[in-house]
């Protein structure tokens, strides 16, 4: 089964059934990636900065920062593209500015049209712009995983020669990614790498991000700090008293 990139006549029908052709696939074993353990992805980029234009197929998705790689083969041009974003009105992800988002666990509150799940999506772009008369195909990969645990598994992603874009954000609870045993409420680092080759299979490129979903402290946590914090101010107090008297 061959899937075409988006070309500039068949865009909303090709984004359509992207996901219905993966799923599809997955359940006939043929996109289906094992699970293995690995050496854990390490954010990977030309530029981390806004991609103008893109909207990873939704509507007020942010853009800035997006982890681009742009690649050149034989006159033709691959763009690939990772972000990570909130769902809904879950707080906003922050990022280090060198390819790492921040995240909070835990699934969606349950509000009235809201879709349950994690409080972040991951965003992905791919485009290619073609010489005239290329005849190459491309094909992509998304490679993920768990890096606290290095689990990871593959998703391949058919390409095709023609000039176009796909675009999309996806989270780790959609069937056809929900094969690392994800846990939304755990604190782990997720990592997101997508890849082109050539039409022999050699990689030629990459773009790479992490997310960091961290964990609520627990109650003896807390309390320790709320001692500290009581203690200091104690300090404070008695310091304040001696320099008075």
Do not use: C
Not at 103 to 120: H, K
Not at 223 to 231: C, E, H, M, Q, T
Request: no cysteine; charged share 10%.
């Amino acid at each position: 089964m061959v899937f075409n990139l988006l070309t500039a006549t068949g865009k909303e029908h090709v984004k359509k059934n992207m996901k219905k052709q993966i799923i599809a696939l997955l359940v006939t074993g043929l996109l289906a990636g094992s699970v293995a353990f690995a050496t854990p992805i390490a954010p990977s980029y030309g530029t981390f900065v806004n991609l103008p234009g893109a909207t990873y197929g939704g509507s007020g998705i942010p853009t800035d920062p997006s982890a681009i790689r742009s690649i050149a083969n034989g006159g033709n041009t691959i763009t690939l593209a990772l972000t990570a974003h909130n769902r809904y009105s879950n707080p906003p992800l922050v990022n280090n500015g060198a390819g790492t988002f921040f995240a909070t666990p835990g699934i969606n509150d349950g509000l009235e049209g809201q879709s349950l799940g994690p409080t972040w999506n991951f965003g992905l772009y791919i485009e290619l712009a073609a010489a005239i008369g290329n005849t190459e195909v491309y094909n992509y990969a998304l490679r993920y995983g768990n890096n606290t645990t290095d689990t990871f598994t593959t998703l391949p992603i058919p390409g095709g020669s023609s000039s176009g874009i796909f675009q999309d954000s996806w989270n780790l609870t959609m069937p056809f990614l929900n094969t690392i045993a994800y846990n939304p409420n755990a604190p782990a680092q997720y990592a997101f790498e997508l890849q082109a080759f050539n039409s022999a299979g050699a990689l030629l490129g990459t773009s790479a991000i992490n997310v960091n979903v961290a964990g609520v402290p627990d109650a003896s946590s807390t309390g320790l700090l709320s001692i500290l914090g009581l203690a200091a101010i104690i300090v404070f107090a008695r310091m304040q008293r001696r320099q008075t008297n």
